[in-house]
């Protein structure tokens, strides 16, 4: 029902941004709750960042809180994921996921996934 396409993953110093985007198709894209869920070497994955359908709702984990900013462009049915104030701890492969219910989608599980991009923060 949809497909899940991130971007933008990369290097980073310490106190740094990098900016995610996933995009999304198929015919219920424009009408899914979608999140940004990480999951970092040794550590279980966790919903950083999720937006509603029409983007009037957002969720962020005490982790990025004041750090990350999820936004949605509902024309191109993207999500993009500022990170500023890198810190080492956000070093994690980065997954765009998505659901029909935005409680699902920061709760889990998820049944749609991107492929992931990693990011890397180093001092």
């Known amino acids: 029902q949809v497909a899940l396409v991130e971007s933008g993953g990369g290097l980073a110093q310490v106190g740094g941004s990098l900016r995610l985007s996933c995009a999304a198709s198929?015919?219920?894209?424009?009408?899914?709750?979608m999140a940004w869920s990480r999951q970092a070497p040794g550590k279980e994955r966790e919903v950083v960042a999720a937006?509603?359908?029409?983007?009037?709702?957002?969720y962020y984990a005490d982790s990025v809180k004041g750090r990350f900013i999820i936004s949605r462009d509902t024309t191109k049915n993207t999500i993009h994921l500022q990170m500023n104030s890198l810190k080492t701890e956000d070093t994690a492969v980065y997954y765009c996921?998505?659901?029909?219910?935005?409680?699902?989608?920061?709760?889990?599980?998820?049944?749609?996934w991107g492929q992931g991009t990693q990011v890397t923060v180093s001092s």
């Open positions: 937006i509603s359908w029409n983007g009037a709702n957002t």
């Open positions: 198929g015919r219920d894209a424009s009408r899914f709750a």
């Open positions: 996921v998505a659901e029909p219910v935005f409680g699902t989608v920061i709760s889990g599980p998820h049944d749609y």
